[in-house]
């Protein structure tokens, strides 16, 4: 029996590839098993192939594996793109209807998957014939999939509900008498625990709402529109509001409105959005308003790969502003880092009275994964130098010093409408109550200030140090390489080797003194990002973080990186 399992089910697009994965996953998880689901898709509605993975094991991973078990076809196409990587003595399972043919190395099984579905009621249900069939070479009940029918279909009534399980049946039945039940494909059993099943989108989403957040202003664009779609859902019941705006320059002119309103406010978007926001992200700068920003990045440049996976917009979010600024950039790793770090993002928001920009990666979006459960008695809420009275003592005939020089660089915050509270915002350069003035000793003291804010500050928890202490390799990632790196990693000890991972949380502040520690010791030095130009790795150069043997891994097309590539890639080194 097995402790983990590989399997994939490809198709073209719009024909069910999605929902038989999620299906699947989500059935799985709920009997207690850690499961991680990577979709690979098209950026078109319909047609042009499509795949989900699906990982089953018994602990936890937060990458898609090296291998596949048991491969799904919907198409030849699925088998011939997708076949090398199933293992050995490997399933495919085809349907019937395009006369399927696959190498010597993998055991073929052609089921009639659209003809079995047309008799259970419709040839749409190919895709539960197919669970069926997988249910059976896999040694699972059938019934853990009825839960999850039953809230797919029973808005359409019972029965729908029934014929999506027989659907089911006939699959695990015709697998049966094709005699493909298989002990050697069998998991062990799960125990039953129970975790949430969600993809970073959800928890970045769900991380806002924890946080207080109770306006979002965004613009519809992938891998990012999720998290809007979410809380169109979730902020209405708790007196919040979701707005679609005409583009990303009004979705970030609205958030910053908003939260100068004084409510807790956020945009998401990917990078061409974060490109049209950049003004607008100056802007926030300048007038001091507490804003967060979701960059969710993908393929680029211009539209670029707008449903693959990349790490290129680094550098933009830390130097894309016009003028300077002070910033934060956040990096979470694992959905359960994404809730949290969102609650983060407005506390320190609000603290530095400052643009927060939370960056993930489409990896990290769009993965579904086992998560454990939010607690959101970990979530506090620190509203910084906010004044929550009703009244300001200002003294009579003057406004208040929105923007008083103070030692830290942060000034006293007023909601608009607050007595005592008047002042005057503009983009142009101000004194303390925001009035215009370009003088150049004005302008020394104003930028002073304000880039005082975060001067010498290195967040907590900005690097995460694992592994031995004096290692032949430290491997240093961000965002979602975290997973691949980590399981390498293992892989690399068990093979005799002294390694370490230390994966960025935040890139600025940046922090330079807990990557220095991070790195002594170590013989030599990778970093692993997925762009071109090693954009990661230009920014330790650009710290003045060094180290004697210092090299880059990367990968641009738009895939991410499997475990064994990272440790492939090591071993050559040594």
Known sequence: MLDQLSWKVGGQQGEGVESTGETFAIALNRQGYYVYSFRHFSSRIKGGHSNDKVRVSLQQFRAAADYTDVLLAFDQESIDLNVGEVREGGIVIADAKFNPTAPDHVRLFVVPLTKLAEEAGSAIMKNMVSLGASACVLGLPIDIFKDVVEERFSRKGQRIVDQNMQAIQAGFNHIR?????????????????????????????????????????????????????????????????????????????????????????????????????????????MTETPVVIVDTQRGGPSTGLPTKQEQSDMLAALFGTHGEIPKIVLNPATPEECFYMMA????????????????????????????????????????????????????????????????????????????????????????????????????????????????????????????DADPDILLIGIGATYGSISEAVGKLQEDGLKVAHAHIHALLPFPVHLLEEAMQGAKQVVV???????????????????????????????????????????????
């Open 344 to 467: 983060d993002a407005f506390n320190l928001a609000e603290h530095y009275q400052c643009p927060v920009i939370v960056m993930t990666d489409l990896q990290l979006s769009l993965s579904k994964q086992s998560t454990e459960v939010l607690r959101l008695d970990n979530v506090d809420i620190d509203r910084g130098a906010l004044i929550q009275s009703s009244t300001i003592d200002t003294p009579a005939g003057a406004e208040f010093k929105r923007y008083e020089i103070t030692e830290s660089g942060i000034s006293p915050r007023a909601i608009p409408g607050t007595k005592g509270g008047l002042h005057h915002v503009t983009g142009v350069e101000h004194v303390e109550t925001g009035r215009p003035n370009e003088t150049a000793h004005n302008r020394k003291e104003m930028m002073d200030k304000r880039m005082r804010k975060l001067h010498g500050v290195e967040l907590p928890g900005s690097v995460k140090r694992s592994g």
């Open 177 to 285: 008498d094709l005699g493909g039940e298989d002990p050697n494909f069998a998991l062990k059993p799960a125990d039953g625990t129970k975790r949430l099943f969600m993809m970073g989108n959800d928890a970045v989403a769900l991380g806002a709402l924890a946080a207080g957040a109770r306006v979002m202003a965004a613009y519809p664009i992938t891998p990012a529109s999720d998290v809007m779609e979410y809380l169109i859902k979730k902020l209405p019941k708790v007196g919040g509001v979701v707005v679609q705006t005409e583009d990303e320059i009004a979705a970030m002119t609205m958030t910053i409105g908003a939260a100068y309103g004084g409510t807790r406010a956020l945009t998401a978007t990917s990078g061409p959005g974060l490109a049209l926001m950049m003004e607008a992200i100056g802007l926030s700068g």
């Open 528 to 574: 692993i990002e997925n762009n071109a130009t090693g954009q990661l790795r230009s920014l330790l150069s650009f710290n003045n973080v060094h180290h004697d043997h210092i090299t880059s891994m990367l990968k641009y097309d738009g895939t991410p990186f499997l475990p064994v590539e990272i440790s492939r890639h090591c071993k050559e080194l040594v």
